[in-house]
């Protein structure tokens, strides 16, 4: 027999066998399908049922690429995701025709200055310089891979002038001295995984002037890697610093303290995203999670929703103290707010005993997280633009907003939004998601099931091969720097000098009318209402 009629023959058979496979299967699901009692609709309709669920299950992908503008996705649309992306790829966030923002709808707006500083007049630090690589786009065709060049880059970092420089607890024993306004929000080990968390840390260092948040799942090794400054967070659960029945080890509290990265800690008393205690799912709890956790591995860990020794302003403005007096290091606290009286007797008791946090960092509504509820995180707590002037208005009202340094998140991720808080009256920005979406974070919205597709908010060691930290630290530095270059762009338009100098009156608000307000006036009714 010819080879040409075997080929044909092998051939033929597979093709049947396709076939029969595919028949059998068929018969299957319709004899299943029909006994099943868990849907109604693969009872009646078997066939057309499961094509049903199969364009249900990629629904977001064909949403998030397809069907969605580039404004309408949440939480971040195209043009969001983009403009991170294009920032920490290249250093570039340059976009041609026209804004495609709705110019007719209700926003904040930077008011421009009719003589805007020229470059040679911004006071910043001129000799600090940041080491990294980006890429260069050569081509981008339509049905293959672009072709990208990575090349050295030295920039500037945009720090901060000296003159400018941000002070957190200047009375402390060891005060925290800040050149950059932007750092790291809250992300702990456990939630994102090594891989993340050291090439958050490797180009955050690189970056200088910034610092990153350990979040409440304690000091892990990676944090550690870039020799970044950083913020200790500390939650109701203790976790890394707690002994054996879930209390307080100050012995273990004052050895983190001497570790030299470690600039100030921070009581997680609430999150924007869940006003709730935090919570990691047990197959994220891997032997060395616990360890640093102190915690019982491979158990699902849930922390409560305050802390339970503090339950007035009086005995978390004595821990406060306990905590500052015991490491020598700023003290601050993490809130969120819910109405207008939310801080009022924090306040007054800083005036009336002169104790009280070194920095209070505002989350709003908006805020991420790795898992919540949707009642939570959809309708519990004010976003920041309503939360920020609440806060600052208090403090003010009782004359002690010059004791703290206030640092505020929620989706603070252009230069824009950053300058809009600053003239709120916030001193510096946390970012989250941001700097997730520089190591690779695509918003698949799977960050509470350890399934993360590009190795980002997962433990799994094989799900963690994608994400390649020797490319993504240079991300992360790219996106920061490219922020605050921004930031120095909008202060120049704005006619000051340095972005340490945001007032309300650089900013104007326009209703859905046309109708505009000054930030000002906005600021004097919000007074009226806490007064």
Known sequence: MEIANILIIIGFSLIALTVLSIAVFIIYLLLFDRKQRSHSILRNYPALGRIRYFFEKIGPELRQYWFDSDTEGKPFSRNDYEHIVKSSK??????????????????????????????????????????????ILLEDPLFSQRKEKWVDEESAAYLLHDDDAIIIGPNTKYPFALKGQIGMSAMSYGSLGDRAITALSEGLALAKGTWMNTGEGGLSPFHLKGNVDII??????????????????????????????????????????????????AEKVTLEIAEIRKVEPFKSIDSPNRF?????????????????????????????????????????????????????????????????????IDSVGLPIKSALPILVTTLEKYGVRDRVKIIASGKLFTP??????????????????????????????????????????????????????????????????????GLYRVSAAAGIDSPVHFKPKHIMYKDDKGVVTSLENILADIEKKIV
Not at 315 to 335: A, D, M, Q, Y
Not at 452 to 474: F, M, R, S, W
Request: proline share 3%; charged share 30%.
């Open 232 to 281: 200790m967070q500390i939650g109701p659960a203790m976790f890394g610093i707690r002994d054996k029945y879930g209390e307080l080890d100050w012995d273990e509290l004052k050895r983190k303290s001497e570790i030299p990265q470690i600039k100030a800690f921070e009581l997680k008393l609430g999150q924007g995203a869940k006003t709730r205690g935090g919570h990691i799912d």
């Open 416 to 485: 824009d939004r950053i300058a809009i808080v600053l003239a709120m009256g916030a001193d510096l920005v946390n970012i989250a998601r941001g700097f997730m979406i520089t190591v690779g974070c695509i918003q698949t919205l799977k960050c509470h099931s350890n399934d993360c597709p590009v190795g980002v908010a997962t433990t799994d060691p094989e799900l963690q091969k994608a994400l390649v930290i020797d490319e993504k630290k240079y991300r992360a530095v790219n996106f920061l720097v490219t922020l605050r270059k």
């Open 90 to 135: 290249y250093m570039r966030n340059i976009v041609g025709f026209g804004s495609k923002r709705d110019f007719d709808e209700e926003g904040f707006f930077v008011r421009n200055d009719m003589f805007p500083k020229l470059t040679e007049e911004m006071k910043m630090d001129m000799d600090t310089k940041v080491s990294t690589k980006r890429y």
């Open 308 to 376: 339970p020794e503090l339950n007035n302003v009086s005995s978390l403005c004595e821990f406060i103290e306990k905590i500052r007096n015991h490491t020598g290091k700023p003290v601050g606290i993490k809130i969120v707010i819910g109405g207008n009286d939310s801080v009022e007797e924090l306040a007054k008791y800083m005036k009336e005993t002169g104790k009280g946090p070194d920095f209070i960092t505002i989350d709003g509504g908006e805020g991420g997280t790795g898992a919540s509820y949707q009642e939570l």
